[in-house]
């Protein structure tokens, strides 16, 4: 059985974790993989525009499959065979997710836990459900963040606010998520995917190239200096200013009308 589920809706995709037997656990199935290939077939496919990713059931993602776990007790699983699990297994869904130029709204339905949580943080908009909670859990069951939380975490959440939930493992409410900027609003459950949709429909009546431009230069923008951002601007705007899309919203304007992007 496929772990994710895909639905298309002109330029918007809607991607749901539909496992949830295993509360959507990330580990132990075809999740990576899934994810990966998710990754690179929008990559490749310009109608795409935005993504809306969640959970099917109470739980948005358990995250690591605990119970999965008990085989890295085996002697024969060395440290660097672990390791090299962890570098070509779950490490992948963050390294695809950065590289994803589509913006990717994050409808989180319920509890998202270790790298349940981790997930949410890779990608660029986050709604909860009032009945959605988060922690950064691993601590509590003996391991370090192994999927990037401890990159993702502060940059979403501040290094005080990241280091207290990675320090005690506590989960905090979706409305606590909402007071330190983890998720930008909170919604009734039967509210979260009719606010997910109209936000990406508002996102996808954008020009699509620039949309992926404009994500690049944000996610470039945390780790670049000033300068080297301006010069990757300077770049892009050259490229968007040559687009039909520009041509096409400049004459709109001017002429007083709703643009039609290609």
């Known amino acids: 059985m496929a772990f994710l589920t895909i ?155 990241a280091s207290e939930m990675a320090f005690t493992g506590e989960a905090i409410s979706a409305q606590e998520a909402l007071a330190c900027g983890l998720v930008s609003r909170v919604v009734p459950q039967d509210q979260l995917l009719p606010t997910a949709r109209a936000l990406a429909a508002k996102i996808a009546a954008n020009p699509g190239a620039v949309m992926r431009m404009t994500k690049r230069l944000l996610r470039e923008g945390q780790g670049a200096t000033l300068a080297s951002l301006l010069e990757l601007s300077a770049g892009y705007q050259a490229i968007a200013h040559k687009t039909a899309d520009h041509r096409e919203a400049v004459t709109a304007f001017i002429e007083k009308r709703t643009p039609k992007f290609q």
């Open 7 to 161: 639905e298309r809706d002109g330029a918007i995709l809607t991607v749901t974790m539909n496992q949830p037997e295993t509360r959507n656990a990330l580990t132990g199935n075809t999740a990576v993989q899934e994810f990966v290939q998710l990754c690179a077939d929008v990559r490749k496919d310009a109608g795409v525009k935005v993504i809306i990713l969640t959970g099917a059931g109470p739980i948005f993602s358990s995250g690591g499959n605990v119970k999965d776990m008990r085989r890295f007790f085996d002697d024969a699983l060395t440290p660097d065979l672990i390791r090299e699990e962890y570098r070509q297994g779950i490490q992948q869904i963050p390294l695809a997710l950065h590289e994803l130029d589509v913006p990717v709204i994050c409808a989180v339905n319920g509890p998202a836990i270790g790298a349940g949580l981790d997930l949410t943080c890779m990608c660029d908009i986050r709604i909860a459900s009032e009945t959605a909670t988060f922690a950064e859990s691993f601590v509590r069951v003996g391991i370090v963040p192994g999927d990037g939380g401890a990159w993702l975490l502060p940059r979403a959440v501040g290094m005080a606010k």
